[in-house]
């Protein structure tokens, strides 16, 4: 069974770089039938879709977010990165990674808060 | 690209059916077969019920279902149950490889 799992910082001050990874276990990250995603929902509020990328480093980002994301992906490693430069307290949600399937996220991670405060 | 429009809450009794409503444009839902729908439990990921507009993912209850009608989607639960309390989103494939989410729905089983 396929699982995600968000790692990295908690906490991070204004004007940083947020830096998460996403570690996929039970499948190769490497399938060409898949792309790999970020989603982040910030507290109380809806989801919102940060990029995409595929195995290969093809990537696709959210047209108000693509100035400050980078997403990356180390096969080897099994796994997928996101950095999100420049944070304010805007950028404060719970940050999700999924595998994404046609189009539909499935699964899911359970999600990491990150939280930019000084 | 902006947010896909839904009703911020919902409601019905044990039984009865819901309908939620997604509404974008020609350019999203309206122009590609694309819309899933997610249930957010509290503190809990996100799990897609529905894709590609009405098809159910294995283990989904059949009481979920999909459609769509020109720029607007569109997902009914029915024989409510206790447990189908929770957010609902939608999304739906916006081209040139974006996607793009909706607002969310609180459904309330009265």
């Known amino acids: 069974q396929l699982q995600l799992q968000e790692s990295g910082p908690g906490l991070v001050e204004p004007s940083e770089t947020l830096s998460l990874t996403c570690t996929v276990s039970?499948?190769?990250?490497?399938?060409?039938?898949?792309?790999w995603a970020w989603i982040r929902q910030p507290p109380g509020k809806g989801l919102e879709w940060i990029g995409s990328?595929?195995?290969?480093?093809?990537?696709y980002y959210n047209p108000s977010l693509k100035s400050r994301v980078t997403i990356s992906v180390d096969t080897s490693k099994n796994h997928f990165s996101l950095k999100l430069s420049s944070v304010t307290a805007a950028d404060t949600a719970v940050y999700y990674c999924?595998?994404?399937?046609?189009?539909?996220?499935?699964?899911w991670g359970q999600g990491t808060l990150v939280t930019v405060s000084s | 690209q902006s947010a896909l429009t839904q009703p911020p809450s919902a409601s019905g009794s044990p039984g009865q059916s819901v309908t939620i409503s997604c509404t974008g444009t020609s350019r999203d839902v309206g122009g590609y077969n694309y819309v899933s729908w997610y249930q957010q439990h509290p503190g809990k990921a996100p799990q897609v019920m529905i894709y590609?507009?009405?098809k159910r993912p294995s283990g989904v209850p059949d009481r979920f279902s999909g459609s769509k009608s020109g720029n607007t989607a569109s997902l009914t639960v029915s024989g409510l149950q206790a447990e189908d309390e929770a957010d609902y989103y939608c999304s739906s494939y916006a081209g040139s490889n974006n996607l793009v989410f909706g607002g969310g729905t609180k459904l309330t089983v009265l």
């Open positions: 590609e507009v009405s």
């Open positions: 990328i595929y195995h290969i480093g093809r990537t």
């Open positions: 999924a595998r994404l399937r046609g189009s539909r996220f499935d699964p």
């Open positions: 039970g499948g190769s990250i490497s399938n060409s039938s898949y792309y």
